[in-house]
Protein backbone atom coordinates (compact mmCIF):
# COMPACT_ATOMS: atom_id res chain seq x y z
CA UNK A 1 0.00 0.00 0.00
CA UNK A 2 1.30 3.49 -1.08
CA UNK A 3 0.66 6.95 1.63
CA UNK A 4 -1.60 9.30 -0.42
CA UNK A 5 0.04 11.98 0.82
CA UNK A 6 3.07 9.76 -1.22
CA UNK A 7 4.67 10.96 -4.82
CA UNK A 8 1.90 8.73 -6.49
CA UNK A 9 -0.87 11.37 -5.43
CA UNK A 10 1.29 14.40 -6.91
CA UNK A 11 -0.15 15.95 -10.11
CA UNK A 12 2.28 14.76 -13.71
CA UNK A 13 4.85 17.54 -14.54
CA UNK A 14 2.52 17.81 -17.43
CA UNK A 15 -0.31 18.96 -15.81
CA UNK A 16 1.58 21.23 -12.91
CA UNK A 17 2.58 23.53 -16.03
CA UNK A 18 -0.79 23.72 -17.25
CA UNK A 19 -2.01 24.74 -14.06
CA UNK A 20 0.63 27.44 -14.16
CA UNK A 21 0.21 28.37 -17.62
CA UNK A 22 -3.71 29.45 -16.71
CA UNK A 23 -2.83 30.77 -13.40
CA UNK A 24 -0.14 33.05 -15.84
CA UNK A 25 -3.12 34.11 -18.15
CA UNK A 26 -5.37 34.77 -15.70
CA UNK A 27 -2.97 36.99 -14.08
CA UNK A 28 -2.39 38.42 -16.89
CA UNK A 29 -5.82 39.26 -17.52
CA UNK A 30 -6.62 41.00 -14.18
CA UNK A 31 -3.26 43.04 -14.37
CA UNK A 32 -4.65 44.02 -18.08
CA UNK A 33 -8.07 44.98 -16.63
CA UNK A 34 -6.45 46.50 -13.88
CA UNK A 35 -4.05 48.73 -15.77
CA UNK A 36 -7.41 49.78 -18.47
CA UNK A 37 -9.66 50.95 -15.10
CA UNK A 38 -6.87 52.38 -13.60
CA UNK A 39 -6.00 50.10 -10.53
CA UNK A 40 -2.36 49.75 -11.29
CA UNK A 41 -1.72 53.04 -12.27
CA UNK A 42 -3.82 55.89 -9.85
CA UNK A 43 -2.35 58.83 -12.58
CA UNK A 44 -3.16 57.05 -15.26
CA UNK A 45 -6.15 59.09 -17.42
CA UNK A 46 -9.01 56.46 -17.79
CA UNK A 47 -12.68 57.05 -19.39
CA UNK A 48 -14.20 57.21 -15.72
CA UNK A 49 -11.79 60.25 -14.65
CA UNK A 50 -12.63 61.91 -18.16
CA UNK A 51 -16.44 61.94 -18.01
CA UNK A 52 -16.34 62.66 -14.48
CA UNK A 53 -14.27 66.32 -15.55
CA UNK A 54 -16.58 66.77 -17.76
CA UNK A 55 -19.60 66.26 -15.87
CA UNK A 56 -18.01 68.86 -12.92
CA UNK A 57 -18.17 71.21 -15.41
CA UNK A 58 -22.04 71.06 -15.73
CA UNK A 59 -22.98 69.14 -12.52
CA UNK A 60 -23.89 65.49 -12.59
CA UNK A 61 -27.51 65.04 -13.49
CA UNK A 62 -28.62 61.46 -13.11
CA UNK A 63 -30.49 59.30 -16.17
CA UNK A 64 -29.05 62.10 -18.56
CA UNK A 65 -26.04 62.02 -20.58
CA UNK A 66 -22.88 63.08 -18.73
CA UNK A 67 -21.96 65.46 -22.25
CA UNK A 68 -24.23 66.98 -25.03
CA UNK A 69 -27.50 66.05 -22.15
CA UNK A 70 -29.78 68.48 -23.53
CA UNK A 71 -31.59 67.21 -26.74
CA UNK A 72 -33.85 66.31 -28.85
CA UNK A 73 -35.16 63.07 -31.23
CA UNK A 74 -35.31 63.10 -34.56
CA UNK A 75 -36.20 60.63 -36.91
CA UNK A 76 -35.88 60.06 -40.85
CA UNK A 77 -34.10 58.84 -43.68
CA UNK A 78 -30.84 58.81 -45.61
CA UNK A 79 -31.30 58.42 -49.51
CA UNK A 80 -28.24 58.03 -51.18
CA UNK A 81 -27.69 59.14 -54.88
CA UNK A 82 -25.06 56.46 -55.83
CA UNK A 83 -21.84 58.86 -55.92
CA UNK A 84 -20.08 57.77 -53.32
CA UNK A 85 -20.28 53.95 -54.23
CA UNK A 86 -17.02 53.91 -55.75
CA UNK A 87 -14.91 54.65 -52.71
CA UNK A 88 -16.98 52.99 -50.60
CA UNK A 89 -18.60 49.36 -50.02
CA UNK A 90 -20.95 50.71 -47.55
CA UNK A 91 -24.53 49.46 -48.71
CA UNK A 92 -25.87 52.69 -47.74
CA UNK A 93 -23.96 54.63 -50.41
CA UNK A 94 -25.50 52.47 -53.44
CA UNK A 95 -27.64 54.37 -55.94
CA UNK A 96 -30.99 54.62 -54.89
CA UNK A 97 -30.78 53.31 -51.27
CA UNK A 98 -32.94 54.82 -48.43
CA UNK A 99 -31.60 54.05 -44.86
CA UNK A 100 -33.69 54.85 -41.86
CA UNK A 101 -32.06 56.88 -39.47
CA UNK A 102 -32.60 57.78 -35.85
CA UNK A 103 -30.77 60.99 -34.56
CA UNK A 104 -30.62 63.57 -31.89
CA UNK A 105 -29.37 67.25 -31.86
CA UNK A 106 -28.05 68.76 -29.06
CA UNK A 107 -25.91 71.09 -27.00
CA UNK A 108 -22.81 70.54 -25.62
CA UNK A 109 -21.99 70.10 -21.59
CA UNK A 110 -23.41 68.07 -19.03
CA UNK A 111 -26.63 70.03 -17.61
CA UNK A 112 -29.62 69.11 -19.02
CA UNK A 113 -31.19 72.54 -18.15
CA UNK A 114 -28.41 74.60 -19.95
CA UNK A 115 -29.79 77.89 -22.09
CA UNK A 116 -30.04 77.54 -25.87
CA UNK A 117 -28.16 80.31 -25.75
CA UNK A 118 -25.33 79.23 -23.45
CA UNK A 119 -22.99 77.74 -26.03
CA UNK A 120 -22.41 78.61 -29.74
CA UNK A 121 -22.09 75.14 -30.70
CA UNK A 122 -25.03 72.50 -32.12
CA UNK A 123 -24.29 69.01 -32.30
CA UNK A 124 -26.14 65.90 -34.57
CA UNK A 125 -25.97 62.65 -33.49
CA UNK A 126 -27.55 60.29 -36.55
CA UNK A 127 -27.68 56.22 -36.39
CA UNK A 128 -28.20 54.88 -39.73
CA UNK A 129 -29.63 51.02 -39.37
CA UNK A 130 -28.73 49.05 -42.72
CA UNK A 131 -30.83 46.26 -43.81
CA UNK A 132 -28.20 43.54 -43.17
CA UNK A 133 -28.15 44.47 -39.19
CA UNK A 134 -25.05 46.75 -39.74
CA UNK A 135 -24.82 50.16 -38.28
CA UNK A 136 -23.18 53.45 -38.72
CA UNK A 137 -23.35 56.06 -35.84
CA UNK A 138 -21.58 58.85 -35.93
CA UNK A 139 -21.53 62.28 -33.82
CA UNK A 140 -20.64 65.87 -35.24
CA UNK A 141 -20.66 68.97 -34.78
CA UNK A 142 -21.41 72.79 -36.20
CA UNK A 143 -17.91 74.14 -35.72
CA UNK A 144 -14.51 73.99 -37.62
CA UNK A 145 -11.60 72.39 -36.14
CA UNK A 146 -11.42 70.48 -32.18
CA UNK A 147 -9.75 72.63 -29.53
CA UNK A 148 -7.19 69.84 -29.08
CA UNK A 149 -5.73 66.89 -30.53
CA UNK A 150 -5.55 64.23 -27.47
CA UNK A 151 -7.88 62.46 -24.80
CA UNK A 152 -4.70 63.78 -22.47
CA UNK A 153 -5.25 67.30 -23.44
CA UNK A 154 -8.69 67.53 -23.43
CA UNK A 155 -9.11 66.37 -19.60
CA UNK A 156 -6.01 69.08 -18.98
CA UNK A 157 -8.55 71.07 -20.57
CA UNK A 158 -11.70 70.68 -18.05
CA UNK A 159 -9.48 70.62 -15.49
CA UNK A 160 -8.17 73.87 -15.99
CA UNK A 161 -11.99 75.59 -17.16
CA UNK A 162 -13.35 74.39 -13.86
CA UNK A 163 -15.56 76.58 -11.75
CA UNK A 164 -13.43 78.16 -8.40
CA UNK A 165 -15.82 77.42 -5.58
CA UNK A 166 -15.30 81.12 -4.66
CA UNK A 167 -15.56 82.70 -7.49
CA UNK A 168 -18.52 80.38 -9.74
CA UNK A 169 -16.40 80.63 -12.89
CA UNK A 170 -12.82 79.57 -14.33
CA UNK A 171 -9.69 81.39 -12.49
CA UNK A 172 -8.53 83.09 -15.46
CA UNK A 173 -4.45 82.07 -14.30
CA UNK A 174 -5.05 78.80 -14.93
CA UNK A 175 -7.60 78.52 -18.09
CA UNK A 176 -4.77 81.36 -19.20
CA UNK A 177 -1.71 78.76 -18.47
CA UNK A 178 -3.67 76.24 -20.36
CA UNK A 179 -4.12 77.72 -23.79
CA UNK A 180 -0.60 79.08 -23.64
CA UNK A 181 0.83 75.75 -22.80
CA UNK A 182 -1.32 74.44 -26.20
CA UNK A 183 -0.96 76.63 -28.79
CA UNK A 184 -2.87 74.09 -30.61
CA UNK A 185 -5.57 75.70 -29.39
CA UNK A 186 -5.33 79.05 -31.47
CA UNK A 187 -7.60 77.79 -34.04
CA UNK A 188 -10.42 76.89 -32.37
CA UNK A 189 -10.62 80.56 -30.33
CA UNK A 190 -10.21 82.15 -33.64
CA UNK A 191 -13.16 80.21 -34.53
CA UNK A 192 -14.84 81.01 -31.28
CA UNK A 193 -14.37 84.45 -31.29
CA UNK A 194 -16.97 84.93 -34.18
CA UNK A 195 -19.13 82.10 -33.19
CA UNK A 196 -22.78 82.90 -32.51
CA UNK A 197 -25.59 80.68 -30.90
CA UNK A 198 -28.07 80.03 -33.48
CA UNK A 199 -31.63 80.31 -33.62
CA UNK A 200 -31.96 76.56 -35.00
CA UNK A 201 -30.56 73.01 -35.60
CA UNK A 202 -31.94 73.20 -39.32
CA UNK A 203 -29.82 75.49 -40.61
CA UNK A 204 -26.33 74.38 -38.90
CA UNK A 205 -24.11 72.46 -40.98
CA UNK A 206 -22.47 69.55 -38.81
CA UNK A 207 -18.88 68.11 -39.62
CA UNK A 208 -17.54 64.75 -38.43
CA UNK A 209 -14.12 66.80 -37.39
CA UNK A 210 -12.04 63.37 -36.73
CA UNK A 211 -10.97 62.07 -40.02
CA UNK A 212 -11.86 58.39 -41.11
CA UNK A 213 -11.08 55.89 -43.80
CA UNK A 214 -13.71 54.99 -46.78
CA UNK A 215 -12.52 51.66 -48.65
CA UNK A 216 -13.61 50.55 -51.67
CA UNK A 217 -14.15 47.22 -53.42
CA UNK A 218 -10.50 46.78 -54.70
CA UNK A 219 -9.25 47.16 -51.24
CA UNK A 220 -7.72 51.00 -51.47
CA UNK A 221 -8.57 53.49 -48.63
CA UNK A 222 -9.47 57.05 -48.88
CA UNK A 223 -9.31 59.56 -45.87
CA UNK A 224 -11.93 61.72 -45.35
CA UNK A 225 -14.28 63.84 -43.19
CA UNK A 226 -17.96 64.76 -44.00
CA UNK A 227 -20.04 67.44 -43.17
CA UNK A 228 -24.02 67.65 -42.85
CA UNK A 229 -24.68 70.50 -45.40
CA UNK A 230 -28.36 71.95 -45.01
CA UNK A 231 -31.06 73.21 -47.44
CA UNK A 232 -32.62 75.33 -45.01
CA UNK A 233 -31.21 78.55 -45.31
CA UNK A 234 -29.78 80.63 -42.25
CA UNK A 235 -31.54 84.04 -43.51
CA UNK A 236 -35.01 84.48 -41.69
CA UNK A 237 -34.38 82.62 -38.92
CA UNK A 238 -35.59 85.94 -36.47
CA UNK A 239 -34.51 84.55 -33.39
CA UNK A 240 -36.19 83.68 -29.76
CA UNK A 241 -38.73 85.49 -27.96
CA UNK A 242 -37.17 87.41 -24.53
CA UNK A 243 -36.02 85.51 -21.77
CA UNK A 244 -36.87 82.04 -23.85
CA UNK A 245 -33.75 79.30 -22.86
CA UNK A 246 -35.53 76.46 -24.96
CA UNK A 247 -36.34 77.39 -28.07
CA UNK A 248 -34.17 74.82 -30.07
CA UNK A 249 -36.10 71.99 -29.57
CA UNK A 250 -39.46 74.20 -30.73
CA UNK A 251 -38.18 75.21 -33.34
CA UNK A 252 -37.16 72.06 -34.68
CA UNK A 253 -40.29 70.43 -33.88
CA UNK A 254 -42.62 73.79 -35.10
CA UNK A 255 -40.46 72.91 -38.89
CA UNK A 256 -40.77 69.47 -39.57
CA UNK A 257 -44.68 69.72 -38.73
CA UNK A 258 -44.63 71.79 -41.56
CA UNK A 259 -42.33 69.75 -44.03
CA UNK A 260 -39.60 67.59 -44.18
CA UNK A 261 -35.77 69.41 -43.21
CA UNK A 262 -32.89 68.13 -45.60
CA UNK A 263 -29.27 68.21 -45.31
CA UNK A 264 -26.47 66.73 -48.12
CA UNK A 265 -23.69 64.67 -47.37
CA UNK A 266 -20.70 66.31 -48.11
CA UNK A 267 -17.70 63.87 -47.99
CA UNK A 268 -14.39 65.41 -48.26
CA UNK A 269 -11.44 63.96 -49.29
CA UNK A 270 -8.13 64.19 -47.83
CA UNK A 271 -4.99 65.24 -50.33
CA UNK A 272 -1.28 64.08 -49.72
CA UNK A 273 0.32 65.42 -46.40
CA UNK A 274 -3.21 66.63 -44.71
CA UNK A 275 -3.58 65.55 -41.00
CA UNK A 276 -5.43 62.49 -40.53
CA UNK A 277 -5.02 62.22 -37.07
CA UNK A 278 -4.92 65.76 -35.74
CA UNK A 279 -8.73 67.47 -35.28
CA UNK A 280 -7.33 70.68 -34.33
CA UNK A 281 -6.27 71.29 -38.25
CA UNK A 282 -8.90 72.13 -40.63
CA UNK A 283 -7.75 70.84 -44.06
CA UNK A 284 -8.54 73.71 -47.01
CA UNK A 285 -11.80 74.48 -48.66
CA UNK A 286 -10.15 73.09 -52.12
CA UNK A 287 -10.25 69.61 -51.03
CA UNK A 288 -12.15 67.09 -53.62
CA UNK A 289 -15.77 67.01 -52.15
CA UNK A 290 -18.15 64.53 -53.18
CA UNK A 291 -22.40 65.16 -52.75
CA UNK A 292 -23.02 61.19 -51.18
CA UNK A 293 -26.98 61.70 -51.05
CA UNK A 294 -29.46 63.49 -48.95
CA UNK A 295 -30.48 63.24 -44.92
CA UNK A 296 -34.05 63.78 -44.72
CA UNK A 297 -35.17 64.03 -41.58
CA UNK A 298 -39.22 64.10 -41.43
CA UNK A 299 -40.00 63.59 -37.09
CA UNK A 300 -38.88 65.17 -33.58
CA UNK A 301 -39.39 63.52 -30.12
CA UNK A 302 -38.59 64.56 -26.54
CA UNK A 303 -35.43 63.03 -25.34
CA UNK A 304 -36.80 61.59 -22.45
CA UNK A 305 -39.32 58.57 -24.29
CA UNK A 306 -38.04 59.50 -27.64
CA UNK A 307 -36.16 56.53 -29.92
CA UNK A 308 -32.40 58.52 -29.64
CA UNK A 309 -32.69 57.80 -25.84
CA UNK A 310 -30.85 54.33 -25.57
CA UNK A 311 -28.91 55.06 -28.10
CA UNK A 312 -24.97 55.31 -27.35
CA UNK A 313 -23.89 57.05 -30.42
CA UNK A 314 -20.23 55.66 -30.84
CA UNK A 315 -18.30 57.13 -33.66
CA UNK A 316 -16.44 53.56 -33.50
CA UNK A 317 -19.27 51.40 -34.70
CA UNK A 318 -19.14 51.38 -38.53
CA UNK A 319 -19.93 49.49 -41.40
CA UNK A 320 -18.01 47.74 -43.53
CA UNK A 321 -16.33 50.10 -46.49
CA UNK A 322 -15.94 52.87 -43.33
CA UNK A 323 -13.00 52.64 -40.76
CA UNK A 324 -11.78 54.24 -38.14
CA UNK A 325 -8.17 56.61 -38.72
CA UNK A 326 -5.51 56.78 -35.59
CA UNK A 327 -7.11 60.25 -34.17
CA UNK A 328 -6.60 59.05 -30.30
CA UNK A 329 -10.08 60.61 -30.04
CA UNK A 330 -11.65 58.55 -31.45
CA UNK A 331 -10.92 55.57 -29.22
CA UNK A 332 -10.59 57.80 -26.59
CA UNK A 333 -14.26 59.09 -27.82
CA UNK A 334 -16.28 55.31 -27.53
CA UNK A 335 -14.45 54.65 -24.13
CA UNK A 336 -16.02 57.76 -22.50
CA UNK A 337 -19.26 57.22 -24.37
CA UNK A 338 -19.02 53.84 -23.17
CA UNK A 339 -18.57 54.67 -19.53
CA UNK A 340 -21.43 57.75 -19.57
CA UNK A 341 -23.89 55.17 -21.36
CA UNK A 342 -23.46 52.64 -18.27
CA UNK A 343 -23.69 55.23 -15.89
CA UNK A 344 -26.95 56.80 -17.41
CA UNK A 345 -28.95 53.19 -17.81
CA UNK A 346 -28.06 52.16 -14.57
CA UNK A 347 -29.70 55.30 -12.88
CA UNK A 348 -32.57 55.13 -15.19
CA UNK A 349 -32.87 50.77 -14.11
CA UNK A 350 -32.04 51.62 -10.17
CA UNK A 351 -29.07 49.74 -10.37
CA UNK A 352 -28.31 49.53 -6.69
CA UNK A 353 -24.96 52.25 -5.89
CA UNK A 354 -25.85 54.27 -8.32
CA UNK A 355 -28.15 58.07 -8.18
CA UNK A 356 -31.81 57.89 -9.53
CA UNK A 357 -32.92 60.42 -11.93
CA UNK A 358 -34.95 62.34 -9.74
CA UNK A 359 -32.62 62.41 -7.06
CA UNK A 360 -31.39 65.85 -9.31
CA UNK A 361 -34.67 67.22 -9.10
CA UNK A 362 -34.98 67.36 -12.85
Given at each position: ???????R???????A??????G???????A?FG????????D???PH???NA????????A??RR????GV??A?????N??LA??????????????????????????????????P???????????????WR??????A????????????????T??????????P????????????????L??????????S????TY????????????????????A?????P????GG???????????????????G????????????P???????????????R??D??????T????Q?D????D???????L????E???D????A?S????D??????S???H????????????
Amino acid sequence: MTDETGPRSRPPTHTAWRWALIGLAVAGSAAAFGYVAGWLAPDRLTPHRLVNAVAANGGEHAGFRRNHAKGVCVAGRFEANGALAGFSTAPLFAAGTSTPVVGRFALPGSNPYAADSSVPIRSLALRFDLPDGEQWRTGMNAMAVFPVSTPQAFYALQMATHADPATGKPDPAKTKAFFTSHPETARFLAWVKTAKPSASYATETYRSINAFYLRDAAGDRHAVRWAMVPEQPAEGDGGPAAGDTDYLAADIGKRLTAGPLRWHLQMVFAAPGDAVDDATIAWPDDRRTVDAGTLVLTSSQPQADGPCRDVNYDPTILPRGIETSDDPLLAARSATYADSYLRRTSEEAHVPGTKHPGEDKR
